[in-house]
């Protein structure tokens, strides 16, 4: 009976841990703080869904990789709290293109838990193990994109900072337009997409572990060989959600 009851009280409180995490994801995401515009967005990320797969909690220090305008690192700065801590990294080229929107958003300290970073991948250094979870979202292909505006990354570094940035244990959630199984990687360049294939080798061999999909941005009438910006499928393109694992040691 003792035991019984012990593995009930373990069962009610995993419940009750879940359902204060989702809790904490519908508010962050219904924060009215949040621009309209990234409001209209959800529809087609369904960030909730993805932040409850990616397992992000209140109080962690989150990495948003490529961040852009900042999207998910509002929605994060509010799930994580004061006791977290969010990191908006962009490099030089993404800067450039989003800059003024970054300013905006952060304008006033009004997202206090917020550090903006700008650096070039081959040339930064993160502090081992500073991480509790890292987010990659629509922006994994570009490691392998490079022209005049945009440097080429060596992709297998920067996964290896990223390993090492993320404590043992800690989830790297991954977001991208997904191409035909088998195409090249050229497709990062003219399509903006990439096989869901080379990501799992890519962070296979920098170390982590596949830990499951999520298909809630599938969408199987995509002709995955256009381009992402195609009108037909701008902002609803076939999108793998991958959760990765850093080891434990």
């Known amino acids: 009976m003792k035991r019984l009851l012990l593995t009930l ?30 409001r209209a967005r959800d529809v087609n990320r369904k960030p909730a869904d993805v932040l409850a797969f990616f397992d992000i909690k209140p109080g962690m220090r989150v990495l948003d990789i490529f961040a852009g305008g900042g999207y998910y690192t509002e ?45 070039e991948p081959d040339d930064m250094a993160f502090t081992p193990d500073s991480y509790d979870a890292a987010i990659f979202v629509l922006g994994f292909h570009d490691l392998y994109y ?22 043992p244990g800690g ?14 990687l050229a497709v990062a360049n003219t399509l903006h997409r990439i096989d869901p294939g080379i990501i799992r080798v890519d962070m296979t061999q920098a170390g982590f572990v596949f830990d499951g999909e999520l298909d809630v941005l599938r969408n199987e009438q995509d002709d995955r060989n256009l ?4 009108p037909s499928v701008r902002g609803t393109t076939d999108r793998i959600v991958y959760r990765f694992r850093k080891p434990i040691r």
């Not at 069962?11 to 809790?23: Q, T």
């Not at 381009?227 to 195609?230: A, E, K, L, Q």
């Open 9 to 38: 009280g373990i069962l009610l409180f995993a419940v009750s841990s879940m359902a204060a995490e989702d809790a904490a994801i519908a508010q962050a995401v219904a924060n009215p703080a949040r621009p309209a515009e990234d």
């Open 75 to 119: 929605i994060l700065s509010y799930l994580v709290g004061e006791e977290g801590r969010v990191t908006l990294f962009n490099n030089g080229s993404w800067d450039n293109f989003v800059n003024a929107g970054v300013d905006e958003r952060l304008a006033g300290n009004r997202l206090p838990n917020v550090d903006s970073m700008v650096a």
């Open 146 to 167: 490079a022209d005049t505006g945009w440097p080429a990354i060596d992709a297998d570094s920067f996964l290896a900072k990223i390993f090492t940035s993320i404590k």
């Open 171 to 184: 989830v790297l959630g991954i977001v991208d337009h997904a191409s035909e199984p088998g195409a090249s």
């Open 227 to 230: 381009p992402m910006s195609d």
